[in-house]
């Protein structure tokens, strides 16, 4: 009976301690034991559930292992906080919403520090580039500089001013510097330039006569205003008669004068001239152009040794009082006495006031020209001014009318 009753309450206990509604004598394993961790999967509860409100991050912060019994926490399981500002190691439990919002500010400060950084760099990266934009641009704009046309001349010329009369020619003005030289006009109505610089008054006004370097677009001006002579007027030295420019035994040239060849009024005056000729049947062509100074010098001097200063005189000029000089005159075909008569020479009588010219030392004028008569010489005044003279003759009845008469004025060697 004894023996019975023992089995008994033992079933009894040992269902009781099943039930945890007693204990059964056993302590609960410590965190030294070997058991698996499996043992104890229902002896601890998430806690918390009230931070579902929260952001998925806060709320995985907050969650706490509660244990169901009483027995104490152990002491030694403790973990690493993410948080600077305090060294001391924060439990599971004890992490609270103050120290929650204090890490997420530190997040946001961590973050905005990193943004700032950011916007740090790429504003110094901007200011890198833009820097680096300043100076290709600066760069490029220089480089175009250099090749654009400058504002100012930078060309110096012996001068830079002109004063002249319709029909003037004004000599080159001197280039300092070596260059690749382009002549050209603003107003081609006032005055022309050939391509030696030589400038030729056309009519009243002012324009500006350029120089420039086809390389590297430098310049050079001259201010040019004309203006329309009446009587006698000199100017640089030359001397001018109603705007025609004269040379002669009283009015000489200075030994500067230099136009550099026939003028190219001159020049394509005669080409259409010896066209014109050649249209008829009839060859002429330039014996004897443009002589400078110092060439009528040399000329000048061997007829006064061969035939003496007298004589010389009457067909040759002294240096300055030539028309050669003037780069307006051209002796044709046959310079002498064996020219006059000639077909060609009848013919370029006849015709050449048509192309701006004049014989400019008549037959029986010996007294008012100062020279012998030469059929060959012929002087170009335009065909306005030759028309002119050639019907004040016909208009006076004085055929063989020249340059000293139609103005008045005189040619005799002081």
């Given at each position: 009976?004894?023996m ?5 309450l ?5 269902l ?11 302590t ?12 104890n ?49 924060v ?33 110094t ?47 080159y ?13 603003s107003?081609a ?17 002012s ?35 109603d ?55 040399q ?9 003496g ?13 030539s028309?050669h ?69 016909i ?20």
């Amino acid at each position: 009976m004894k023996m019975k009753t023992k089995r008994m309450l033992a079933v009894i206990t040992a269902l009781c301690c099943m039930a945890g509604t007693v204990s059964c004598g056993r302590t609960l394993p410590n965190s030294n034991d070997d058991s698996d961790s499996s043992d104890n999967s229902n002896e601890f509860s998430v806690a918390g559930d009230e931070a579902d409100g929260i952001e998925t991050s806060e709320k995985e912060e907050q969650l706490t292992l509660v244990p169901r019994t009483t027995a104490a926490p152990k002491s030694a399981e403790t973990v690493a906080t993410d948080t600077a500002e305090t060294s001391n190691p924060v439990s599971l439990v004890t992490r609270s919403k103050e120290e929650i919002d204090k890490i997420k500010n530190n997040k946001k400060t961590t973050a905005a520090a990193k943004t700032s950084k950011t916007t740090k760099a790429k504003t110094t990266a901007a200011s890198t580039s833009s820097a680096s934009s300043t100076t290709t641009t600066t760069t490029t704009k220089e480089s175009a500089e250099t090749t654009t046309t400058p504002q100012t001349p930078t060309i110096q010329l012996s001068y830079t001013s002109a004063e002249i009369v319709a029909g003037q020619t004004k000599a080159y003005a001197i280039v300092s510097g070596t260059y690749d030289e382009e002549w050209s006009t603003s107003d081609a109505n006032v005055a022309t330039v050939d391509q030696y610089g030589n400038i030729t008054a056309v009519g009243e006004g002012s324009c500006k006569i350029r120089v420039t370097d086809k390389n590297t677009k430098e310049f050079g001006e001259i201010a040019v205003t004309v203006k329309k002579m009446q009587g006698i007027q000199q100017i640089d030295g030359i001397t001018y008669v109603d705007g025609v420019l004269i040379a002669n035994k009283t009015y000489a040239l200075p030994r500067s004068y230099n136009p550099g060849g026939l003028t190219p009024e001159t020049y394509n005056a005669f080409q259409s001239l010896v066209q014109a000729a050649a249209n008829d049947g009839y060859s002429l062509w330039n014996a004897s152009g443009f002589r400078s100074y110092e060439t009528q010098e040399q000329i000048y001097n061997n007829y006064v040794y061969t035939h003496g200063q007298a004589t010389a005189d009457t067909f040759s000029a002294r240096p300055g009082h030539s028309e050669h000089q003037t780069g307006m005159a051209i002796d044709v075909n046959n310079p002498s006495d064996s020219f006059n008569g000639t077909p060609e020479a009848i013919w370029l009588k006849e015709h050449c006031v048509d192309y701006g010219f004049i014989i400019r030392y008549p037959e029986g004028k010996q007294d008012i020209t100062g020279y012998k008569y030469e059929s060959w010489h012929i002087r170009y005044v335009g065909v306005e001014m030759a028309k002119k003279i050639r019907d004040k003759g016909i208009e006076i009845g004085n055929y063989n009318i020249t340059l000293e008469e139609y103005f008045g004025i005189n040619s005799k060697y002081n």
